[in-house]
């Protein structure tokens, strides 16, 4: 059994609030995150396509550009918020990405678009590493499961309620669509600017190697890059709800019941997976146990074809795993991290996870280009999911994933004195002891 307390009962509303404000706020600014990207992000190809006349070539360049300045500066983000703390990179990824996004309403031509692309990708690798270290620093080790359980619902949230938002404005106009998100980041801002407490500034502890320190702890650390590398193979799994399932689906109604369902699952199975699997399991059987449902997802449409029951039995499934997954993954982050550096190692883990990404789409791609849909696309997504089961459970069967013991605090030794006092008498005790 896991030795994380079991979460409370109670619905999402209910838990959350037997957080700290801070934590509170945590979580309503990941469902604001989400909302105004998901708002804005999946009709804006659209909008470069048809509403300006873009060429597919620079369509894909801006997307690509997005996608490549998060990616690429999620270390860097992670490292500033252990430096800075975590409230100024909170803050500063908020403001830059409402000034992104209200780019976008306004640009034209292909540098200007470019450079909102670009500001409001690296506005999510300045806040997302701080936010999460954010989050496990202020739930604590007891809570940290149940917190990211709930993050995860908050996140999930975000998803189902953006596109139905972003339909509904962009059928009046994109450009009300960009004004919206940007009005939402804006107020998102002001909030925590004013609400959210200091923390962080881990710097403060590093003694006198600064950087250096910060940066030869993270890399050096060898198990940690094996457990990115392993959990890698979760993130090109997941993100097929974004390429191969669509792909498979065909048209838009199966595309959107896709995201609903995988949505609608997280929503009201997260805290009951995450309540289960901490009664009964520990963290790294957990992890292995997401691992394997995620490749077994994709056994459903080798079995059923490209048929709408194959695609939603296999969305809903990997919705369960992501659900099983997350909560132990971000936490084994924080237990491998030692408490120290947090948000530099969530920024190097979302760094690796973001070129795996890259890596498993290509090779997904070239798959479904030389077989078509044949079995031997989802065999091989579903062998990826086994291959890093079994590469997690080595690591844990070594112990490995465990948490290691506190360091042993360092005794405090009394200050010499040049002009001792009078010795007394054996047997009179020191006024100055208890």
């Known amino acids: 059994m896991s030795t994380t307390a079991a979460p409370p009962k109670g619905g999402i509303w209910k838990q959350s609030r037997t957080f700290e404000p801070a934590v509170r706020l945590l979580f309503l600014n990941q469902l604001t995150i989400n909302l105004g990207f998901y708002m804005l992000m999946p009709f804006l190809a659209a909008h470069l396509a048809d509403g300006l006349g873009m060429a597919a070539w620079a369509v894909g360049l801006i997307l690509g550009a997005r996608n490549l300045s998060q990616q690429g500066m999620f270390l860097i983000g992670g490292a500033l918020a252990d430096r800075l703390g975590f409230k100024p990179l909170i803050v500063a990824g908020c403001a830059l990405r409402t000034a992104g996004f209200g780019a976008l309403a306004f640009a034209q031509s ?27 620093a202020e739930a604590g080790e007891a809570r940290r499961v149940e917190a990211f359980a709930l993050f995860n619902a908050y996140y999930q949230a975000g998803i189902l309620l953006g596109p139905l938002a972003g339909v509904a404005l962009t059928g009046v106009s994109f450009r009300l669509t960009c004004g919206v998100a940007a009005v939402l980041f804006a107020g998102l801002t002001l ?6 407490p200091v923390r962080g500034r881990e710097a403060d502890r590093a003694g006198g190697d600064g950087g250096r ?5 993270v890399l050096a650390h060898r198990t940690f890059w094996l457990f990115s590398l392993a959990m890698t193979g979760s993130y090109v799994l997941s993100f097929q709800v974004y390429l191969a399932l669509p792909l ?26 995450t309540a289960w699997c901490t009664a009964r399991l520990p963290r790294e059987r957990c992890l292995v146990l997401g691992l394997a449902l995620m490749g077994a997802a994709f056994l459903l449409p080798a079995a059923f074809g490209r048929g709408v029951v194959g695609l939603l039995l296999c969305a809903a499934v990997l919705a369960v795993a992501n659900a099983v997954l997350y909560p132990y993954e971000m936490d084994t982050v924080v237990a491998l991290s030692r408490g120290r550096w947090v948000a530099t190692h969530y920024g190097l883990y979302n760094t690796v996870c973001g070129i795996g990404i890259t890596l498993g789409n290509l090779g997904t791609g070239v798959l479904l280009d030389v077989t078509g849909w044949s079995v031997v696309p989802w ?3 579903c062998a990826v999911g086994v291959l890093c089961a079994g590469a997690v459970a080595l690591l844990a069967r070594g112990g490995r994933l465990a948490a290691p013991p506190p360091e042993p605090p360092v005794p405090s030794v009394p200050p010499v004195t040049s002009n001792p006092p009078k010795s007394p008498k054996a047997s009179e005790p020191d006024p100055g002891t208890a």
Not at 117 to 133: D, E, I, K, Y
């Open 110 to 136: 292909l540098p200007v678009l470019l450079a909102a692309s670009l500001a409001t990708g690296l506005a999510g690798a300045l806040f997302n590493p701080a936010v999460r270290a954010f989050l496990a």
């Open 379 to 381: 065999l091989a997504l």
């Open 213 to 217: 320190g910060q940066f030869r702890t």
């Open 191 to 196: 909030v925590q600017l004013r609400h959210l």
């Open 248 to 273: 498979a689906a065909g048209g838009t109604g199966l595309t959107t019941a896709l995201f609903v369902v995988s949505a609608l699952v997280a929503l009201a199975g997260q805290l009951r997976i």
